[in-house]
């Protein structure tokens, strides 16, 4: 089997990649710290000391970091993947970052007849453990075709959506949606509490109709259990919501609500509250 | 089968008293304009001339009336329900009012020995015709027995949430939820469109995860097809949430979002777009 270049171990990177080895991958591993490289090495992946190095050794090469500044490190910076790839190379990045950033990585890569492909995730931390991430992905069909193997190694619900970036743009969609169904639970099952109306009652009657959602029912259950840990924490949904809004300007395109979501993330970020589940906003509602 | 009166024969209203007459109950009907009552007659129904007649005739009243001046004026105005109320009548209100009238209606009702339920629904006019709303209601647990088979001629998914006024709180908890959603949807299948991205393929992306919901689902097809007919008018959203925002106000309770999507909807109705679906909310980001 082809080997793997993988970098950026952190809490989704480190279970996909070991997902990969699992499937019988041999994989070559690099990431900023060195701890979790050791752990990775344990469980028979191979380390290696830059991403240069990676791109030198592998020509299938994952990134999963966590924002554009870390891919474009990656990518561009001194001993980075452009000083080291090979023609020929396929490259996943399945950090979430802006489409701009996925656009330019496409751009400067194939210029080293590299194929790109942007394949943001989402079901966190359990779905990158049992590979159940739903994967949106950006690329040419025949990039798509050969990373197909791969991706049925870490998710299940994947969807090729168009052209380099499409991922991105769906991934900043989708955090979008997320974040503003859970600003509409929150404020809505408060005003049920403040109206002293029985709130697990409210929620239940809005499950069987057309205010139905997957998020009324997890986080809706979550604000019941006032269970606000983690899960996918605060300040990382406040980063997504930064890349729809930035994404949404270069449009021309207003996002009121979703820049009202982001400054009410913000409140929470700046009064410490960062390390909250993203369902923690409704705390904003109910103090 | 006991006599059932009958105020308030609008699109809502007029098919739900056909579907007590189909199911073998006497109904007397009143409305304020007289055309929808003589059709109502044709059906075998009994006309009276004010809501007093009705209180005076029948000891089970509904009244599905558009807003709470209608309720107060029905219930308190001149040869209103008060004047002619007998001890022992059941009284469901089942429009969509403010909590605090619902709370002012049972307390004078109750005054006369009148129990009463605040019975708003959600499912529309097809739910109204098909019978098969969603109920939500509020009052005494002997007065929703006693209802009960009245709310199985009508709807399906019925829910005995609290006492008096727990059935507006939680409809009031649904539009929010349901304005809102429209709103997330609105800018994300915006934000797909703006940037050149295939809005079917991420609208099946995103409900194939945590971004799931009914709205998604069907009013995402409907900004798909450009199809904007109501279904339910903005216009009465927009009151909708205005009942939501004035409840929030007193229990000092500030509903940011909420307060944003009825901005949105206003400057839609502003600009004589009052007759779209609520799901219309979605031109004012693709323009």
Same mark, same amino acid.
């Given at each position: 089997?082809?080997?793997?270049?993988?970098?950026?171990?952190?809490?989704?990177?480190?279970?996909?990649?070991?997902? $990969?080895?699992?499937?019988?991958?041999?994989?070559?591993?690099?990431? &900023?710290?060195?701890?979790?490289?050791?752990?990775?090495?344990?469980?028979?992946?191979?380390?290696?000391?830059?991403?240069?190095?990676?791109?030198?050794? =592998?020509?299938?090469?994952?990134?999963?970091?966590?924002?554009?500044? %870390?891919?474009?490190?990656?990518?561009?910076?001194? %001993? @980075?993947?452009?000083? /080291?790839?090979?023609?020929?190379?396929?490259?996943?990045?399945?950090? =979430?970052?802006?489409?701009?950033?996925?656009?330019?990585?496409?751009? &400067?890569?194939?210029?080293?007849?590299?194929?790109?492909?942007?394949?943001?995730?989402?079901?966190?931390?359990?779905?990158?453990?049992? @590979? =159940?991430?739903?994967?949106?992905?950006?690329?040419?069909?025949?990039?798509?075709?050969?990373?197909?193997?791969?991706?049925?190694?870490?998710?299940?619900?994947?969807?090729?959506?168009?052209?380099?970036?499409?991922?991105?743009?769906?991934?900043?969609?989708?955090?979008?949606?997320?974040?503003?169904?859970?600003?509409?639970?929150?404020?809505? +099952?408060?005003?049920?509490?403040?109206?002293?109306?029985?709130?697990?009652?409210?929620?239940?009657?809005?499950? /069987?109709?057309?205010?139905?959602?997957?998020? $009324?029912?997890?986080?809706?259950?979550?604000?019941?259990?006032?269970?606000?840990?983690?899960?996918?924490?605060?300040?990382?949904? &406040?980063?997504?919501?930064?890349?729809? +809004?930035?994404?949404?300007?270069?449009?021309?395109?207003?996002?009121?609500?979703?820049?009202?979501?982001?400054?009410?993330?913000?409140?929470?970020? %700046?009064?410490?509250? %960062?390390? +909250?589940?993203?369902? /923690? +906003?409704?705390?904003?509602?109910?103090?």
């Amino acid at each position: 089997m082809e080997t793997i270049g993988f970098i950026g171990l952190g809490i989704m990177g480190a279970p996909v990649a070991r997902n $990969l080895l699992k499937a019988g991958y041999p994989v070559v591993v690099h990431n &900023r710290s060195r701890d979790s490289v050791d752990d990775l090495v344990k469980d028979g992946a191979t380390a290696a000391n830059s991403p240069r190095e990676v791109a030198e050794q =592998t020509k299938a090469i994952i990134t999963m970091l966590p924002d554009s500044p %870390d891919v474009e490190q990656v990518a561009f910076g001194d %001993d @980075g993947l452009l000083e /080291g790839l090979q023609a020929g190379t396929l490259f996943i990045d399945m950090s =979430t970052i802006a489409p701009a950033t996925a656009l330019e990585v496409d751009k &400067r890569f194939s210029e080293k007849r590299v194929s790109c492909l942007d394949a943001p995730v989402s079901g966190g931390e359990v779905g990158a453990i049992e @590979g =159940t991430l739903s994967i949106m992905v950006g690329g040419s069909e025949e990039a798509f075709e050969k990373a197909e193997p791969l991706f049925e190694v870490m998710g299940k619900n994947i969807v090729h959506i168009g052209e380099a970036g499409a991922g991105q743009v769906t991934k900043a969609c989708n955090q979008v949606v997320v974040g503003l169904t859970i600003q509409a639970i929150s404020e809505a +099952l408060a005003l049920a509490k403040k109206s002293g109306v029985d709130v697990a009652k409210v929620r239940s009657a809005l499950l /069987g109709g057309f205010a139905q959602s997957r998020i $009324l029912d997890l986080h809706g259950q979550r604000i019941l259990d006032g269970n606000f840990k983690p899960g996918f924490r605060m300040n990382l949904h &406040r980063k997504d919501v930064g890349i729809a +809004l930035e994404a949404g300007d270069q449009q021309n395109l207003e996002l009121p609500a979703t820049k009202l979501v982001a400054q009410q993330m913000s409140r929470l970020i %700046d009064a410490g509250k %960062d390390g +909250l589940d993203h369902s /923690g +906003l409704y705390v904003l509602y109910d103090e």
